[in-house]
């Protein structure tokens, strides 16, 4: 017999035999497990999503316990050190590694797709001029879906993948014009001669040069950084993608959804508390106070940019992105907060209350002293894994929509209310 598991019901001690899949059994095979005819069945009650995989997907793979992370099979250690981000973001969307034709291509989509609107520049000069990066990001995401009312044709795999070069590509250019705005700056527009990232840089930096350089070492540590966060399986924001996705709505304001959910502190937002975190404890003399304080804040105060869902052991990216932090600093001189991280994350490593609860460094520990460094305000950290998340978010998108497992995502709940009652007419009430 094939693998699968015998529970007993010690209700009314029926036996059921519930096939054994990939290391999982279906929810569903569980509603059979009844009491009698008027019973539901038996669901599984997993807030959070703790333990229940909601999709077969051959992107990403993460082994928490070891610290691996690979998309398409590819290491992200051989990723980062050997191929550009526009590179994964291909890979990510088609399974294979671009050729060097495949790659003039795509890029050169993204390139011509990279302008906006320029209805959309006039939404943006509507924001206050304190507006949140990410707040500008999502709801410019959002409008993009009235600029393109054929992306609605998600069934059609050339409309699809004329919406996913499209966002790729403007991406960059939101993010960059709401820096601008924030500043009073005129809006740079995309230019053919840069790179992805050095595109964005350009667009965020450039003055009054008539020649404007970017810096090729800050250029290549935003790919890499762009390539450590494309995509990161089954997260909250991502879950997010899937779950707007899954009711047929549009990309556009899918991702904008999915960016949303980044938004949040204990997700992409992480990366701008650290800074905020590292501010506030100021100098290394202070880390043993600050690291008391957030063991007895009983999971209240948290060391943020530490700990992670799926890692119990050390995020691979974080170890690559404090490789790249000496390279940026080689450039833009040392950021005094990083001492201070190294100082609190050997303390911590050392500590058993972290070592207890496997709390290891993640992606937004040392990512936002980079970006610091690199220039880049506080608030605007997420929207540089925004970015590129979106090639994620639209791969995930892709493989949610051809797979035929899938429905509209629709959680059940464990009703705890009241059963029926009469409703009182409001002056009898108290
Ligand atoms: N500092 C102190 N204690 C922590 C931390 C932390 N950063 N993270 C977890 N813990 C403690 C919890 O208090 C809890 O302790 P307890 O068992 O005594 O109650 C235990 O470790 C387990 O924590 P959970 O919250 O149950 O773990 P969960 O998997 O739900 O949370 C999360 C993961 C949200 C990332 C959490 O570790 C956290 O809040 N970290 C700080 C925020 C952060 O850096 N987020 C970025 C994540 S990476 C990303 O999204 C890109």
Not at 201 to 223: C, Q
Not at 300 to 316: A, I, Q, S
């Amino acid at each position: 017999m094939a693998d699968h598991l015998s529970i007993t019901d010690s209700r009314n001690g029926k036996v059921y035999e519930v096939p054994i899949q990939d290391g999982t059994i279906k929810a569903m095979d569980l509603r059979q497990i009844k009491t009698g005819p008027e019973d539901f069945g038996l669901m599984t009650y997993d807030p959070a999503f703790m333990n229940t995989a909601s999709c077969k997907s051959t992107i990403t793979y993460i082994d928490g316990d070891k610290g691996i992370l690979r998309y398409r099979g590819y290491p992200i250690e051989q990723l980062a050190e050997k191929s550009s981000y526009l590179e994964v973001a291909y890979l990510l969307l088609n399974g294979e590694l671009p050729t060097e034709g495949q790659l003039k291509d795509f890029t050169s989509w993204t390139v011509r797709h990279s302008m906006l609107h320029e209805n959309i520049k006039k939404f943006m000069e509507g924001f206050n001029h304190d507006a949140h990066p990410m707040g500008m990001l999502v709801s410019t995401v959002a409008a993009l879906s009235t600029f393109y009312p054929d992306a609605k044709q998600i069934h059609d795999p050339d409309v699809r993948r004329r919406q996913i070069y499209r966002l790729i590509a403007k991406m960059p250019t939101i993010g960059a014009y709401g820096y601008r705005h924030r500043l009073g700056l005129p809006y740079v527009y995309p230019s053919e001669e840069f790179s992805y990232t050095g595109n964005f840089l350009a667009m965020m930096y450039k003055r009054l040069e008539k020649d404007y350089k970017v810096n090729p070492v800050l250029e290549r540590a935003l790919d890499i950084l762009f390539i450590l966060h494309a995509d990161h399986e089954q997260n909250c924001g991502t879950n997010a993608m899937r779950s707007i996705g899954s009711s047929y709505a549009d990309p556009y304001v899918s991702c904008a959804g999915a960016a949303a959910a980044l938004y949040g502190p204990l997700h992409g937002g992480a990366n701008e508390q650290v800074l905020t975190m590292l501010r506030e404890i100021g100098s290394k003399e202070k880390i043993p106070a600050f690291i008391k304080d957030v063991k007895e804040g009983h999971g209240e105060k948290r060391l943020m940019g530490f700990g992670h869902r799926v890692y119990k052991n050390y995020d691979p990216r974080a170890k690559i992105i404090k490789q790249t932090a000496e390279q940026v600093f080689s450039v833009t001189g040392r950021n005094p907060l990083l001492d201070i991280a190294i100082e609190l994350e050997r303390i911590a490593l050392e500590d058993e209350y972290f070592v207890k609860r496997k709390l290891y460094p993640n992606v937004d520990f040392y990512s936002g002293i980079i970006y610091q460094a690199m220039g880049f305000p506080t608030d605007a950290f997420t929207v540089l894994f925004a970015i590129p998340r979106t090639s994620g978010w639209l791969a995930q998108w892709e493989e949610l929509l051809q797979d035929s497992d899938q429905k509209i995502a629709r959680p059940r709940q464990i009703y705890l209310g009241h059963q029926t009652r009469d409703v009182v007419p409001i002056g009898q009430r108290h």
